[in-house]
């Protein structure tokens, strides 16, 4: 079934180098809706865990390591076509390939450290949006 929120994180590059703000606003503007958000930190577990698809991946180690490095800002998010337009609107995973204005073109630094996460599916946005957020959180 299709649903009209993704799950986006704020990764520890970006909230170190200050770019919260800039970042959710460039959502607002995007027309996405917050039904959830706060300020958080992974454990090496909870990384391990949020990640675990990537587990036999060769970067998955740094990941882990990155990801519960500092701070993170975990959202859900509301529009129309959430997960693909989110998608649109981050650009590629490595920024050096994303298209220009996208908020991984103006705030990432590299594959890795790459500023926001956005979900990949209607069903992994639910899954990581619970991982984050009870009922009582989301409105
Ligand atoms: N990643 C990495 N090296 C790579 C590919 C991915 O460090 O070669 C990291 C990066 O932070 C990325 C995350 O692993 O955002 C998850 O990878 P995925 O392929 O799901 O990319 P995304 O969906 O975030 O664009
Ligand atoms: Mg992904």
Do not use: C
């Not at 920024?95 to 908020?103: D, N, V």
């Not at 073109?105 to 069903?123: C, Q, R, T």
């Amino acid at each position: 079934m299709a649903t009209n929120r993704t799950f986006t994180m704020i990764k520890p590059d970006a909230v170190k180098a200050g770019h919260i703000g800039a970042i959710l606003n460039q959502i607002t503007e995007a027309g996405y809706r917050i039904v959830a958000l706060k300020k958080t930190q992974l454990t090496k577990a909870g990384a391990e865990g949020f990640y675990a698809v990537h587990s036999e991946r060769p970067f998955f180690g740094e990941l882990v390591e990155f990801m519960s490095s500092g701070p993170i800002v975990a959202a859900i998010l509301e529009k129309d076509n959430a997960v693909a337009d989110f998608r649109t609107l981050i650009g590629a995973t490595n920024p050096a390939e994303a298209a220009p204005g996208t908020i991984r073109a103006k705030f990432a630094k590299s594959i890795g450290e790459n500023a926001v996460h956005g979900s990949d599916s209607d069903e992994n946005a639910k899954i990581e949006g619970d991982y984050h957020f009870s009922g009582v959180e989301q409105f």
